[in-house]
Each structure stands twice: as C-alpha cells, then as structure tokens.
C-alpha cells in the first residue's frame, strides 16, 4: 500500500493563477481531511469529507473548494491564488472518522503564492 | 470552544526523559492523541489515550491524563536523537474531525 499520496509535492504560484490539489489513498477509507499547516499555528482543517460525493466545511475554509468525485481521491482547488494561502498543505484520511479512528497523513504539498 | 495548547520549545540530552504537555478544552473528548512529525513529512500517530483511563503505556512512551484539569502530557523515556520531531497533541470530540496543538519541538542534543 503506497498509504495517502499527494501530488504536487512543491508548487510555485503567482497571485491570481488557480490550482488543484491531489490527494490520493489506497486503504479504502471513507473520510478524508485536507489541513493547512503554517509556523506557530498548528495544523487547521480546510475541508473534509465522510465519504464519495460529500464534503463539509472545516476551520478555515475560504478561498478553497473541494470535491470527492471517487472515493479514493480528494481534491483541494485554488481558483485565485493569495499569498496569504502560502502554506503546507496536509491531505488524511481515515476509515471510518469519529473518536476513535487513526487518521493517515501525507507527506504534504509546500505552495508558495508570490 | 476547542482549543489545545501545548508549549513550543523542549530541550533535552540524549537519554534524558522528556516531558510534553497539553492542555485541552472540550471535555466531551472521548479520546485524545499524540502525533510525532519529523522535518519534511506529515504526521504519524504516536499513542492514543481514551478518556476514562489515567495512563497508558506503550514501550518508551507513558500518557498521563488528568481530565480533572484537562492536561496530557507525553514522556519519552531514554530520549534518543531520532526523537527530534514536531509532537502535536489532539482532541476528537466525537465528531468526525480532530483539533490540534500547535505543536511542541522537541531537540534532542547528544
């Protein structure tokens, strides 16, 4: 199992220009996060979904759009870059979601809006 | 309201124990976790505590929780220098996402 894959792993943007993040797992889980991470303030939930077809909106949510066309996949949209949105962005997943499940990480995608 | 609070900074010689703490808000936590993130990857799961317990144990790893006060804390016994990492404390409480710390970076100097 290659786990949660993400896809770009760095990305160079100018203000304006739109972009999609990709986020892919192998476990056949149902729910799946997608998370900012930027220094001294943690990690923050963007979106997430509970399962193909549905997603809900996380902490800090705007400025993005999400899809979960497939199960496995689940995409992260820019449709018009900010510098503020310079960032590492996070994708999980996890089987079930709730208090007890383990979320999976991936290696994480470093975007730099100019 | 949900908020975690960890400190930012620990200092430690290799073969040392370490101690990170974590403060939490919701009380409705049903369980609470400790991720370890190493430079240039995402988070892994280090332990998980449910929330009627007061210790668990996992090798070189204790979890303290006080849910009196809301505060866990992580020791790593005989700190090793691959021990350097990012360590994020969680709460779940009982919905279908997590909330966490802003982290505590942890150096481990031989």
């Known amino acids: 199992n290659a786990g949660v894959t993400q896809t770009p792993k760095f990305r160079v943007l100018k203000t304006g220009q739109s972009m999609t993040l990709l986020c892919a797992q192998d476990m056949n889980h149902e729910y799946m996060y997608w998370y900012r991470q930027d220094p001294g303030m943690g990690l923050r939930l963007i979106h997430y979904s509970v399962g193909e077809g549905t997603t809900a909106k996380g902490e800090v949510p705007d400025g993005y759009n999400v899809s979960r066309l497939k199960k496995q996949n689940f995409l992260l949209g820019l449709e018009s870059a900010a510098p503020s949105q310079t960032s590492v962005y996070f994708c999980a997943s996890s089987y079930v979601g709730g208090a007890q499940e383990t979320q999976y990480f991936g290696p994480g995608t470093r975007l730099l809006v100019l | 309201g949900e908020d975690v609070e960890q400190s930012l900074f620990l200092s430690v010689r290799e073969g040392d124990s370490s101690v990170i703490n974590c403060t939490y808000t919701?009380?409705?936590?049903?369980?609470l976790y400790w991720y370890k993130q190493e430079p240039g990857a995402g988070l892994q799961l280090l332990t998980y505590?449910?929330?009627?317990?007061d210790m668990k144990q996992d090798q070189r790893l204790t979890v303290l929780l006080n849910k009196k006060d809301k505060h866990l804390s992580l020791r790593i016994a005989d700190t090793q220098t691959g021990d350097s990492a990012i360590y994020f404390c969680?709460?779940?409480?009982?919905?279908?996402?997590?909330?966490f710390g802003k982290g505590t970076m942890l150096l481990v100097s031989p």
């Open positions: 505590i449910f929330s009627n317990m």
């Open positions: 969680a709460e779940s409480p009982g919905y279908s996402t997590l909330t």
């Open positions: 919701d009380s409705s936590s049903t369980y």
